[in-house]
């Protein structure tokens, strides 16, 4: 995809205007992606379709069996030694349950990582096409993107869609010049800077338990820790979240992986009396 | 009330042989007729709300015609309702007339047992709509001298109902000479509730006691009388040795075992700390931990961190103050001050009433000391760094 806008490469859609004379595009020529080109910003839009009528009625009332509920805990906090992200791994679709293995830390380069809460469709998409821009934008000025930039472009993708019917809450996560960076970004266009956010439908358990654990100057195994009980009660309390914590710490030099864990084992480290 | 029952006094209003009474308004005598609990010859007697005020709403209570006044600017909305609903036998009046102001309840209320009995602790806040109605509520009722009810919904249901709860277990202590358990108090609560299943009743409550081995004849229990919620003593006397001595066996037990925790807490002599949930749609349950609230997720994820059984008392109250700051802390519709109360085998207390402000500041300070360390060893580090 960067590598396509950078060289220069013509298009089919272009190529056939040349050849056949005016006229009608073919839907199938028309943009069939955002993209933020420098002269003229493209936004595409389904043919015909009002996007948000269409969500709406998908639901119960209209016959429709699955529901398009979105259940996750997500969690993300600065300290002193960086940022700590952790996710839980569990997709739903409604009462059904799709996927107890997601991965939603999308990992968008070596020092920038966003996760998805939502819908899972509208969260890859547009969290990948924020990975190419950001690609885009390290080709064009042999700098690597701010966290401030990253997190403004994925919000301004959002505007240009808002009221389309578009689920995601992410946070984007990284370090550059001015040091750890947390931004939280919304499908209304909201986007705040904290040092700590918790989304998803367990967030209210996770922030619990952030809330009171949270300190300033934390080693990095505590803040670890810290991560993991944060997810682990949350999907303990919370139907739809589950599956594995999937954890990572940006730090100066990038991020690491730090742990994949399932919950079921970790609950009952930290419970024993409770079961 | 209790006392007019036990003495047979005849009440104007009660005495069914007079149904003929042209006292008061129509609508009003209606209602009066029916009062909960009144006939003092057989022990329940149930409350069946009268079935046409069932379908209205509780503004219309005792007064004679507001749905004229109002019916104008909703002649809109009444259409839709009725096309849009089921055909439901409570909601199938002509006129569904909209309550006066959105009821909204926001609270966060907890409640646990642990070795020294049970803890209930929630928030002082009283919200309506979006406005923080007043910032010093009571949320935590005393019932008697040795159980207390987290209350959490309408307040002025939770109110009511809590005095009726009352009146009818002083009943049944004075004629059995010895208290109603915990189980029984919340079948009744329960069963009270029940007739105004799918109306807009809103109680959830937490029923806390502890039930204990009581001597008959002992009627001079200190709550036991006192109904109105401000005449709640608070004291300042802390029970050092919360363990109870019939617990000890338990707690000894539990040691040896180690591990086998739930066998070890079954009450023995069916005495010790007990706990239900109540709710008006119907819900009763047992358990050992409870948060119920807007603010409750908050909270109960602290709580499942923390809650042990062998939690000492000062430890139990530390970790409720914590979790009703956190959700404080994150909840809009709870906040202001913390109540907590302990009930143990002597009865409850009230630890007196703290404000959450202090918390927020000291906590705050606590962060600043931590950043303020932090920069200091750097800029030791960077000093070394310098010279080195």
């Given at each position: 995809m960067a590598l396509l806008d950078v060289s220069g490469f013509s298009r089919y859609s272009e190529l056939?205007?040349?050849?056949?004379?005016?006229?009608?595009?073919?839907?199938?020529?028309?943009?069939?992606?955002?993209?933020?080109?420098?002269?003229?910003?493209?936004?595409?839009?389904?043919?015909?379709?009002?996007?948000?009528?269409?969500?709406?009625?998908?639901?119960?009332?209209?016959?429709?069996?699955?529901?398009?509920?979105?259940?996750?805990?997500t969690l993300a906090f600065k300290f002193q030694h960086g940022v700590i992200v952790a996710v839980d791994s569990r997709a739903s679709a409604g009462r059904y349950l799709a996927s107890n293995d997601v991965n939603k830390v999308i990992e968008i380069n070596p020092y920038l990582l966003g996760t998805m809460s939502g819908s899972a469709a509208d969260c890859q998409y547009w969290?990948?096409?924020?990975?190419?821009?950001?690609?885009?934008?390290?080709?064009?000025?042999?700098?690597?993107?701010?966290?401030?930039?990253?997190?403004?472009?994925?919000?301004?993708?959002?505007?240009?869609?808002?009221?389309?019917?578009?689920?995601?809450?992410?946070?984007?996560?990284?370090?550059?010049?001015?040091?750890?960076?947390l931004y939280y970004?919304?499908?209304?266009?909201?986007?705040?800077?904290?040092?700590?956010f918790s989304t998803g439908c367990g967030s209210m358990y996770a922030y619990g338990i952030i809330d009171s654990g949270y300190k300033e100057d934390m080693t990095v195994e505590e803040a670890y820790e810290l991560g993991r009980r944060g997810i682990t009660h949350a999907t303990h309390r919370d139907a739809y979240s589950g599956g594995v914590v999937n954890m990572y710490h940006m730090r100066e030099d990038g991020w690491i992986k730090v742990c994949k864990e399932d919950v079921s084992e970790l609950i009952h480290r930290y419970r024993k009396g409770m079961f | 009330m209790a006392l007019q029952d036990i003495c047979d006094f005849q009440d104007i209003f009660l005495d069914r042989g007079t149904s003929s009474l042209p006292f008061g308004k129509k609508t009003g005598f209606n209602y009066m007729r029916g009062l909960p609990f009144s006939n003092s010859t057989s022990l329940f007697n149930f409350y069946i709300p009268v079935a046409e005020y069932l379908d209205k709403s509780p503004l219309?209570?005792?007064?004679?015609?507001?749905?004229?006044?109002?019916?104008?600017?909703?002649?809109?909305?009444?259409?839709?309702?009725?096309?849009?609903?089921?055909?439901?036998?409570?909601?199938?009046?002509?006129?569904?007339?909209?309550?006066?102001?959105?009821?909204?309840?926001?609270?966060?209320?907890?409640?646990?047992?642990?070795?020294?009995?049970?803890?209930?602790?929630?928030?002082?806040?009283?919200?309506?709509a979006g406005y923080v109605e007043g910032p010093a509520a009571q949320k935590i009722l005393p019932i008697h001298s040795h159980m207390v009810s987290t209350t959490s919904g309408t307040s002025a249901d939770c109110a009511l109902w809590k005095r009726i709860l009352s009146r009818e277990l002083r009943l049944y202590q004075l004629r059995h000479g010895r208290r109603l358990s915990t189980s029984g108090a919340a079948k009744l609560l329960s069963h009270m509730l029940h007739p105004f299943k799918g109306t807009e009743l809103c109680v959830a409550a937490i029923m806390c006691g502890w039930d204990g081995g009581e001597v008959h004849g002992h009627l001079d229990d200190t709550g036991g009388t006192k109904t109105d919620p401000g005449g709640c003593t608070e004291t300042t006397k802390e029970i050092d040795k919360s363990v109870d001595p019939s617990l000890e066996k338990t707690q000894s037990s539990f040691s040896s075992v180690g591990g086998q925790q739930p066998l070890a807490r079954e009450k023995r002599n069916g005495s010790g700390p007990c706990m239900f949930y109540v709710c008006s749609d119907g819900t009763r349950l047992q358990g050992n931990l409870f948060s119920v609230g807007s603010g409750s997720p908050y909270a109960i994820s602290v709580l499942d961190q923390g809650v042990k059984w062998e939690l000492t008392l000062d430890e139990a109250t530390s970790i409720a103050r914590e979790a009703v700051y956190r959700a404080t802390h994150r909840d809009a519709y709870s906040g202001n001050h913390v109540d907590i109360y302990h009930i143990s085998s002597k009865g409850w207390i009230r630890r007196s009433r703290e404000d959450l402000k202090e918390e927020y500041y000291r906590e705050k300070e606590r962060r600043e000391r931590g950043i303020r360390q932090i920069m200091t060893l750097s800029e030791e580090n960077m000093k070394q760094t310098k010279m080195a």
């Open positions: 056939r205007g040349q050849i056949l004379p005016a006229g009608r595009t073919h839907p199938v020529d028309r943009t069939n992606h955002y993209s933020f080109g420098t002269k003229t910003p493209e936004l595409a839009l389904p043919l015909g379709v009002d996007p948000s009528a269409f969500l709406k009625s998908c639901n119960q009332e209209a016959g429709v069996s699955i529901d398009l509920n979105h259940g996750t805990t969290e990948r096409l924020l990975a190419k821009e950001c690609r885009l934008y390290r080709l064009r000025n042999k700098n690597r993107i701010s966290v401030a930039a990253a997190s403004k472009l994925l919000s301004n993708m959002m505007l240009g869609y808002r009221g389309m019917g578009l689920s995601m809450g992410s946070m984007i996560c990284g370090w550059d010049k001015e040091g750890p960076g970004v919304d499908d209304n266009g909201t986007r705040l800077s904290a040092s700590m | 219309e209570f005792g007064q004679i015609s507001p749905i004229q006044s109002a019916s104008t600017p909703l002649s809109q909305d009444v259409t839709l309702p009725s096309l849009s609903l089921p055909e439901n036998p409570l909601l199938s009046s002509p006129q569904p007339v909209s309550l006066p102001f959105p009821i909204s309840h926001g609270t966060t209320t907890l409640a646990f047992i642990f070795q020294g009995g049970v803890l209930a602790a929630a928030d002082t806040r009283s919200s309506c």
